[in-house]
Structures are given as structure tokens and as C-alpha cells.
């Protein structure tokens, strides 16, 4: 009895960043209440050399898109960093749940061993076992952008709590 | 092919604990330089109504011993929070990993169909299948406290990057 790669990454992905899509309209309507232009939460960052939230967004989606694309073998579609509205926001997350619709269950599940080859900056290059690859490099550094979005938003005076960042756990029950 | 749930799990929190002993002796070092007591860090938040830093540190500990002992099917020892220093933080984190070490394998990897119960705050009890226990809850909320208590951190000045929040990984190779 196992995990299989897919179920380990792809639907994870899917319950955040659908939950992520509420947290936006959160976001958002505590602008209006508040009676800002919701895009000044784009520019906002909890340090001056630490990304800020439209880029926090961009690379949690790339790390949702590109590590099942990897796995998979596949070649991702590369969206444009170009966001500059909540709206633009929104279609960033949509497109990237869309596309982790599009993958191949049993590609990515037969990575596990595979060497996956992947870009760490602009220069360089590393590769990994797939199985490795998805449980030390692309869940935490998902994690981190997409909590570190979540941590920019509630410093910015979001009413959110954990469980706006965990979003439908599948199958939980009360014991 | 596919991954185990201990492979999941126990490794990858042992990456990211050993990492935060780094973090925290660059943290305690940064304190140093500037002249201030470490423990000023301990009650930090990012928000007056989040958890502050000890609390993210004693929650991810937490999260990383009783994730694994409900899939394993014992009792974690309870750890008490009441640390006020540096060196208790270490101790916290320490002991986390040598209860790791305890946990057996296969007990864990036999988990990933089998009801776990857990608590979520004093008076509710859930239960899940362990594979997406760990998938859909442990995962995501050990790497929420983590980041959160890396971001405190950051936005407080500490010189650390995301090499520092990734650690060790295992197998990644230039390609």
C-alpha cells in the first residue's frame, strides 16, 4: 500500500489553489470595505528583498504548473509574469488548475525514479529523482510562496485563517 | 512505482528541522550583531491576532511528531510549551527529531488506507484516511507554521534565504 506521485501532488495543488481563489475575494472585499484599490496589495512584501505579493502568487502557481509537468514529462505552457489586477490574479490561478487538469495521471505516477531535470535560477540547472524531486522540492517551495502570499494578505489586515489556507480537505470527518 | 508514506513524511521533516537549527543559530547570530536578546524574537507575530514566532515553532514541531505517530499508530509523547529561549527552541527541536528516529517504517507506510483520528483545537475530533491525512493536512499546515516562522524572521532582518527554509536535499545533483 503507497501514495501514488499523482495523488501527492496534483490534487493538493487543486484544494489550494481553488481555496486560494476564495482568499482573493476575501482580500478584495476587505478593500472595498475599507475603500482602497485592492492592487496595492500587489506591491506589498513582509521585507524589502523578499518578493512581493503578485510575484509570491506567480512563482506558487509555476511551482503547481511546472513540478507535475515535470514529473509528467511534459512541457508546461509559460505564462507571462505580467499580472497587475485582482482579475489577472484570479486568471492566473484558473489557468494553472486548468492546465494540472490536462496531465497524465499515469506519467507522472511512473516518476517516482526518473531523473527529472530542472532550472534553479537563470543559470543553472539540477536534476533529482522524480519521487525526491516532488517531496523536497516542489512541495516545500510551493508551501512556502503560497503561505508566504497568505502571511502578506493577513499582515495586510485580511480577516483569513488557517482554514481559508487549507481550503476542502478531502475526506475529513468528524470522529 | 510509487512513493511510501514514510518517504513522504519523516524525511522530509527532518530536512526542514535540521534546516531551522541553521535558521535559528543565524537568527540568534543577527541578534548578537545588533546587539539584542534573542528572545526578544519568541513573541514576535506578523499580525497582533496570528501565533507568535515560539508558538509557529512549537506548532510545526508538533505537526511534524504527530503526523507520523497517528499514521504509525502510537502515542506521541506531549511536549510541553513552555520554552523562553534560544537554547529551549533547540531543545524543542531536537527532541523532534530524535522521536523521529523512533517511529517505525513500516507501521507508518501501512497507514495509507487506515482511519487516523485526530484533534483540531480542544473540543473536535476529525478523522481521515492517512494517505490524505498527510497530503492534504499534515503537509500543508507543518509547512504554514514553518514559513510563517521563517517570514517573522525575515521581515525582522534575519539574513536568511530559501536555501536556508529548504536545508538539505537529498539527490539533487547539477545537471
Redesign the interface.
Known amino acids: 500500500?503507497?501514495?501514488?506521485?499523482y495523488?501527492?501532488s496534483v490534487?493538493?495543488f487543486e484544494?489550494?489553489l481553488a481555496a486560494f481563489l476564495a482568499i482573493l475575494d476575501k482580500a478584495e472585499a476587505h478593500a472595498k470595505a475599507r475603500k482602497f484599490d485592492p492592487t496595492n496589495y500587489l506591491g506589498m512584501r513582509?521585507?524589502p528583498d523578499?518578493f512581493p505579493f503578485v510575484r509570491q502568487v506567480q512563482t506558487f502557481c509555476d511551482n503547481a504548473k511546472n513540478g507535475p509537468s515535470r514529473l509528467a514529462g511534459v512541457s508546461a505552457p509559460v505564462f507571462e509574469d505580467k499580472e497587475a489586477t485582482f482579475a489577472e490574479l484570479r486568471e492566473r490561478v484558473t489557468r494553472t488548475l486548468d492546465y494540472l487538469k490536462t496531465l497524465d495521471r499515469q506519467a507522472i505516477?511512473?516518476a517516482?525514479?526518473r531523473e527529472v531535470?530542472f532550472p534553479a535560477g537563470p543559470n543553472?540547472?539540477?536534476?533529482?529523482?522524480g519521487?525526491?524531486y516532488?517531496?523536497?522540492?516542489v512541495?516545500?517551495?510551493f508551501?512556502?510562496h503560497l503561505?508566504?502570499a497568505?502571511?502578506i494578505l493577513?499582515?495586510a489586515?485580511v480577516e483569513i485563517g488557517?482554514r481559508d489556507?487549507?481550503g476542502a480537505?478531502?475526506?475529513?470527518?468528524?470522529?
Chains 1, 2 share one sequence.
Do not use: W
Request: aromatic fraction near 12%.
Open positions: 500500500m503507497s501514495l501514488s506521485l495523488h501527492s490534487p493538493a484544494r489550494c513582509l521585507a523578499m505516477d511512473a517516482v525514479e531535470v543553472n540547472k539540477f536534476k533529482m529523482q519521487g525526491n516532488l517531496v523536497h522540492y512541495l516545500p517551495n508551501y512556502f503561505t508566504t497568505y502571511d493577513r499582515a489586515g488557517k489556507y487549507l480537505v478531502p475526506g475529513i470527518e468528524p470522529a
